[in-house]
């Protein structure tokens, strides 16, 4: 069962600090966007691999729920 | 000779009424994952409590002999019950017969819910499932035709009992299936609206839609919790429906039964000297950085006491129910991960909403300050932001209960001042930048030339905001006495605990109904 880690809120991708194959604990911080001059992590809401990714650094504009990255 | 055979007529009434609208329509109920309205009141009032009022009004057939035939109840319930050991009423429309349309009893009890209510003076909590009047009338085209039609001129506006409901008692609502037309206005009508997963609101479903608009849409797209969830036509959303009563038996214990008496205050077994460690560092120094107001809030007011309200919709700001030292209190806060917890157009009608509410039953408002300002940008500005927002600016400046703020990071623009109660008691952390505009902001508005005709704009740009933050410290204005005091956040709830102390005989005569009737 994939765990798709959507976005809360519209926003611009600042990093992205994990890649496609990767192993994540929960909790790491998973990419980071910046809105409003902050930088809000999203974190790894369990362990596992990174089945998928569908966001870039420098992304611009990207909608709110979208599914970022997906976490088998 | 006695009046036993009526009073067995009486009997069997009552036991039909049990049976709502029938066995196959109440296994349909079931097999929705949805329960009877019995089952609901039965489930969200303490043990036994339950007085129902009109249990054998309805429809009634009559053979030749006058004996009772067949017998249709009307299909609203209502009565008196206890809810943490204190009276309210308690309604709702029985779904199981008619999907919840009035028949002629059940519309004569439905309109009478909020009198009983506010002449009683105790809370009304309404438990929804159910749709408006039918094209056909109340008690559908079988019904024989009256003589006469219409209510009378002089009757009173429907809603007029509605709006005194909320002006005196506070009142409850649940939508826990399908909710549409009247009864979605008188979810809506209520100072705490929660839905479940499994409930739809509609001011009209699918096939009226269909009828007007030619176009296809369920009703979950509609009016479920995807759409109303998310903009404020509830409060808040929950799983399943003994978690609907679950938060509404919790927003109760906050509040007096009536305006005319005062929060309960319980025994806190917090200690009022509580100093939490962690707030000395919980805002980061690096100012991009986001941190968790709700921990702050749980850090500061007594331990597991927080009661979130609207937190999917207007995500910047936050407000909820709280205590401090038994005190029911009101928290109105910012969430810095939702842009930097700027107030947005749904974020300002959540706090004039609040605000407004705290006003209304006498609860001191504590205001956890990190506020940029109102959003910016073109979808804030098509949301008419400076309209909801100067609203609620204008209700914190009317408030006439005691308010204690904390400013904790940021503090900038018009928005601030609706964090600022008349005559409140400020108190700053270290961490507090204040200004008339965040400096990003400011600089790149006020400095434009300047830093474009640099050599370096990125270097002079940095260098104009390093000094116009050095102005937004908040060290001089405790010096010059433009605060109550800079405190040290670990005394935060000490110095919250000592202000409601200060603040308590003060409530005693904030007792009656505001003096603006509070409108959804």
């Not at chain 2, 605000?355 to 500005?381: K, N, Q, R, W, Y």
Request: proline share 6%; glycine share 10%; hydrophobic share 40%.
């Amino acid at each position: 069962m994939a765990n798709k880690v959507t976005l809360d809120t519209a926003g611009n991708m600042w990093k992205v600090l994990v890649a496609e194959g990767d192993s994540v604990k929960k909790g790491d911080v998973l990419f980071i966007m910046e809105i409003m001059k902050m930088e809000v992590p999203y974190e790894a809401p369990a362990d596992g691999k990174i089945t998928a990714i569908h966001i870039a650094e420098g992304d611009a504009d990207l909608e709110e729920d979208m599914v970022a990255l997906e976490i088998e | 000779m006695s009046w036993e055979k009526e009073v067995i007529e009486l009997a069997n009434k009552r036991e039909l009424a049990q049976e709502q609208g029938g066995v196959e329509n109440v296994a349909r109920q079931h097999s929705k994952g949805l329960l009877t309205i019995r089952e609901r009141i039965d489930a969200i009032l303490d043990n036994g409590s339950f007085q129902e009022l009109g249990g054998t009004s309805g429809d009634v057939t009559r053979d030749d002999e006058g004996n009772l035939v067949d017998f249709k109840p009307a299909n609203f319930i209502l009565g008196f019950g206890k809810i943490g050991e204190r009276r309210c009423v308690v309604a709702g429309e029985d779904f199981t017969l008619g999907g919840g349309s009035p028949n002629a009893a059940g519309l004569r009890k439905s309109v009478y819910t909020e009198e009983l209510a506010y002449n009683y003076r105790v809370p009304l909590v309404r438990l929804h499932q159910g749709a408006g009047g039918s094209v056909a009338g109340a008690g559908g085209s079988a019904a024989a035709k009256p003589k006469t039609v219409g209510a009378p001129v002089n009757h009173a506006p429907r809603f007029k009992s509605v709006a005194q409901a909320m002006a005196s008692v506070p009142v409850a609502s649940a939508a826990l299936g399908p909710v549409a037309g009247l009864p979605a206005a008188r979810l809506v009508a209520s100072h705490f609206s929660v839905m479940t997963q499994n409930s739809q609101i509609l001011v009209a479903g699918p096939a009226v839609v269909g009828r007007a608009l030619d176009n296809e849409i369920t009703k979950e797209n509609l009016g479920g919790p995807s759409v109303h969830a998310k903009n404020g036509t509830v409060d808040n959303l929950v799983e399943d429906e003994a978690s609907a009563f679950e938060e509404i038996r919790k927003f109760l214990s906050y509040l007096p039964p009536n305006v005319w008496e005062l929060p309960p205050v319980i025994s806190s077994i917090d200690p009022s000297d509580r100093r939490a460690e962690e707030l000395l560092s919980i805002v980061p120094r690096d100012r991009r950085k986001i941190y968790d107001m709700r921990q702050v809030i749980d850090l500061v007011l007594d331990d597991g006491s927080f009661f979130e309200m609207g937190k999917l919709y207007g995500r910047g700001t936050i407000t909820g129910l709280a205590r401090l030292n038994g005190q029911p209190v009101g928290v109105l806060s910012n969430d810095s991960r939702h842009l930097a917890g700027s107030m947005t157009d749904a974020g300002s009608r959540k706090a004039r909403r609040f605000i407004e509410l705290c006003d209304t039953f006498h609860l001191p408002i504590v205001s956890l300050l990190d506020e940029p300002g109102f959003m910016i940008g073109a979808a804030a500005e098509k949301a008419s932001t400076i309209r909801f927002g100067t609203a609620a600016v204008i209700a914190a400046a009317t408030s006439v209960v005691p308010w204690a703020t904390v400013i904790i990071r940021k503090a900038h623009g018009v928005a601030e001042a609706a964090h600022f109660g008349p005559d409140g008691f400020v108190v700053a952390w270290p961490s507090a930048e204040i200004g008339a505009i965040p400096v990003e902001g400011g600089v790149a508005a006020a400095f434009s030339r300047q830093i474009a005709a640099a050599e370096d704009p990125e270097a002079e740009r940095e260098r104009l905001e390093e000094a116009m933050l050095h102005l937004q410290s908040v060290v001089p204005r405790a010096e010059s006495f433009s605060m109550h005091d800079l405190i040290d956040p670990r005394d935060t709830r000490p110095t919250l605990c000592d202000w409601i102390d200060r603040v308590q005989p003060l409530l005693e005569q904030l007792k009656g109904p505001t003096s603006f009737p509070l409108r959804p």
